[in-house]
């Protein structure tokens, strides 16, 4: 009986603090302010406090941020995200509550206190995140915070209304530091492949594309419920402001509302567009013990949309020069989302013995026709070097990056080029590599995997 005493309570005093209303629409319910917290901590210094696991902060710890997410077009459901500062921000949290129509309480530009102690704090697909618990397979995980536990740890400061400006940048600086801020754009539009379709499908969390004209690729993530999940995309180029979300390597933009998106302009697609991506990479190569003509390099792409491939080379560099002595123009290619492209020197020897045809034919001495010792580049149109195998000037024979009579093969956890090569990211096969590297010749077809990664 106590216990539900308690409980009704605390209903209530939530009700008296939330539900006082200063006009029959309900459109401006009355909340009391609070300004006798003092920050002790900042928003870096909280995020450092993470060691991998999920953890319920135990000091009287207190934050201070600025509500940058709305869920009153319906785009944002059950979470706030607060930013450090109301201009240049430098970090933020996504704050987990089971309290809807949350933005009649916390206003956009509104200046929070977040109490700390007591909630959860952890980081999931590279969004920091604040709030109560579940368990999932035994593990923890922030959930959503109690609606009747908000008002315990998320207190309005009596400052006025802060003008929020976003912060104004380009989709290559894009940093996990701002993930939960807000921030500009300028000169998106909507994929071509996407032109016309709506904001989102009904009742479905569904992504859609922007392209800067640079070829720079971005995420827009929408709301089956959202209030504008029904409409159109818009057909122009322009600026988009939004809160900067992250789903693993994929940053994505999340509107409060049409507002948000001013695309007048006309578009960029009328001149020639290059696209560029860190997701695409070289995923194996190949020189079989038993079959130089079955040679091949394969590459893959792990983003989640098809890219064009113009502008792109792939270049070979023989033994230790430092000049490339083989070059191939992948212009007018196109590689699927999560899938490969396999290159060969030779077509017709390559299907008799794999059984099926490679994708391209490159001829002898291409990158495809390595020998084991040499050195591969994968660059972008803008000359940026996107992935490479080996070490340019250096000859692999009897190296870390030898894959004579074998193959060179990425690991599944790697899903991004790396400028650098890495030997960690590799499995290596050949005859007379470096101890680091397996000394176990590989033949074909049965050692081999073109076009599966």
Same mark, same amino acid.
């Not at 319910?29 to 006798?36: F, V």
């Not at 060691?51 to 706030?80: C, K, M, P, R, W």
């Not at 390597?249 to 948000?260: A, H, S």
């Not at 091949?296 to 020069?321: P, S, V």
């Given at each position: ?71 009153? +077009? ?136 922007? +392209? ?242």
């Amino acid at each position: 009986m106590k216990l539900k005493l308690a409980f009704l309570f605390k209903y209530y005093c939530f009700l008296f603090i939330f539900g006082c209303v200063k006009d029959p629409d309900f459109k401006n319910p009355e909340t009391h302010c609070n300004d006798q917290f003092i920050a002790n901590r900042t928003f870096i210094e909280i995020k450092n406090l993470f060691d991998g696991e999920v953890l319920q902060i135990q000091q009287d710890l207190v934050i201070e941020g600025y509500i940058v997410s709305s869920d009153q +077009a319906g785009n944002f459901f059950s979470t706030i995200h607060i930013q450090d500062n109301p201009i240049n921000p430098t970090a933020g949290f996504q704050i987990e509550i089971d309290l809807r129509d949350s933005y009649l309480f916390y206003e956009l530009g509104s200046k929070v206190y977040v109490k700390l102690k007591g909630l959860y704090f952890g980081k999931s697909k590279g969004v920091y995140k604040l709030g109560g618990v579940f368990t999932s397979f035994g593990n923890l995980s922030v959930g959503r915070l109690p609606a009747l536990a908000v008002g315990d740890h998320l207190f309005l400061s009596c400052e006025p209304i802060n003008n929020l400006v976003p912060k104004n940048i380009s989709i290559p600086e894009l940093s996990e530091d701002l993930v939960s801020t807000l921030i500009q754009l300028e000169g998106l539009e909507v994929i071509a492949e996407e032109q016309n379709l709506t904001f989102a499908l009904p009742e479905e969390e569904t992504i859609r594309n922007l +392209a800067d004209c640079k070829g720079g690729l971005i995420e827009l993530l929408n709301s089956g419920y959202s209030d504008f999940q029904d409409t159109i995309l818009p057909s122009g180029n322009g600026s988009v402001i939004a809160v900067l979300y992250r789903e693993n390597n994929d940053y994505q933009l999340i509107i409060r509302n049409l507002n948000d998106m001013d695309m007048q302009n006309e578009l960029c697609t009328d001149t020639e567009v290059f696209f560029t991506s860190d997701q695409i990479f070289i995923s194996e190569i190949a020189d079989p013990n038993n079959n130089s003509e079955a040679r091949f390099i394969e590459l893959y792409n792990a983003g989640n949309m098809q890219l064009k491939l113009d502008g792109w080379f792939l270049l070979r560099y023989t033994n230790e020069n430092v000049t490339s002595g083989s070059e191939i123009d992948l212009s007018g290619i196109q590689i699927d989302s999560y899938s490969t492209l396999v290159f060969s020197p030779n077509a017709i020897e390559f299907e008799s013995i794999y059984g099926f045809p490679p994708d391209f034919e490159l001829g002898n001495n291409s990158p495809a026709d390595s020998n084991g010792d040499d050195n591969l580049v994968l660059i972008d149109p803008f000359g940026t070097v996107i992935d490479i195998f080996g070490l340019v000037g250096e000859d692999g024979s009897g190296t870390n990056h030898e894959f004579e009579d074998g193959k060179a093969e990425r690991n599944l956890n790697i899903v991004t080029g790396n400028p650098v090569f890495t030997f960690m990211e590799w499995t290596i096969y050949n005859d007379t590599g470096g101890s680091e590297t397996l000394n176990l010749p590989q033949n074909a077809p049965e050692d081999f995997s073109p076009g599966i990664r």
